[in-house]
């Protein structure tokens, strides 16, 4: 699991490569954790190489959107696979995630409320 | 296909072997020419089910092992889970409330409910000293 970080202005772009799982989902949190720690509030996760997530990597992306609505910042995840974005439909976290069909589409979304 | 294929997979409880599973049974799904969507719903079921064994299932933290066996029949794919920690029936576990805002959505809580949608029937047996969950997967649903 490799976690890219990347900045396009205001905007933090995380971009996700491999399994998240109850042995890898920890590095993301980790990832996330610092950039909340450090006052970044608007963040976008692409998902593009995310292969695999399990309830522990839903888990991570729950408690980040958590910790940045309190911060007045956003998460906003884009490019998911079909096996991915069926993890999340599953759990109905589709509804509660803002969820872009491209990288560039995320990071605009939080232009538009800057 | 006539004898039924079968796989057996022994693990430590350690977090770490899920990723072995994981491609162990994706080599089992391709040699057997079945869709691949199938290995990725197998696994994150397995990938659930052992993570509870793991995290919760033992006291103390000395080395134990889990058996996984997997078979595949004319009607469809079993996989079932033997392990030998405190008995737990994950099939007891409540259903997450998937309306709630983010605000108030539980942390947790959602990994059971993910088996229960990707496999078509489950049970759980107690044995002497062991827990037994059996999942199974349809043919019809296989490409669902």
Redesign the interface.
């Known amino acids: 699991m490799e976690c890219i970080e990347e900045r396009n202005e205001s905007v933090v772009i995380v971009g996700l490569q491999g ?1 998240m ?4 989902a920890r590095i993301v949190e980790e990832k996330m954790l610092s950039l909340i720690d450090r006052g970044e509030s608007r963040l976008v996760v692409d998902c593009a190489h995310l292969d ?1 997530i ?3 990597g ?2 991570v992306f ?2 980040a ?2 910790r940045l ?1 309190q911060a007045r910042g956003k998460l906003v995840l884009s490019t998911m696979s079909d ?1 991915v974005k069926q ?1 999340f439909d ?3 976290f589709s509804s ?1 995630f803002q969820i872009c069909p491209s990288r560039e589409e995320a990071i605009n979304s939080h232009r538009r409320e800057s | 296909m006539n004898e039924p294929e079968r796989l057996t997979i022994a693990i430590k409880n350690d977090l770490a072997e899920i990723g072995r599973v994981s491609r162990i049974v994706t080599d089992f799904v391709t040699r057997n020419r079945l869709p691949a969507k199938l290995a990725f719903d197998l696994n994150l079921s397995l990938d659930e089910i052992l993570t509870n064994i793991i995290s919760y299932g033992y006291e103390g933290d000395g080395e134990r092992q889990i058996d996984i066996r997997c078979t595949l029949a004319e009607d469809g794919v079993t996989v079932e889970v033997e392990d030998d920690g405190r008995p737990f029936n994950p099939i007891e576990t409540p259903e997450p409330d998937l309306s709630a805002l983010l605000e108030d959505r539980p942390i947790g809580g959602l990994g059971v409910h993910l088996v229960r949608q990707l496999m078509d029937q489950l049970e759980y047996r107690r044995l002497e000293r062991k827990n037994l969950l059996i999942m199974k997967r349809r043919i019809e649903s296989w490409n669902a």
């Open positions: 399994r799982d109850s042995s890898t695999y399990s309830s522990a839903l888990r729950l408690m959107a958590k609505t096996d993890v599953l759990t109905g509660i």
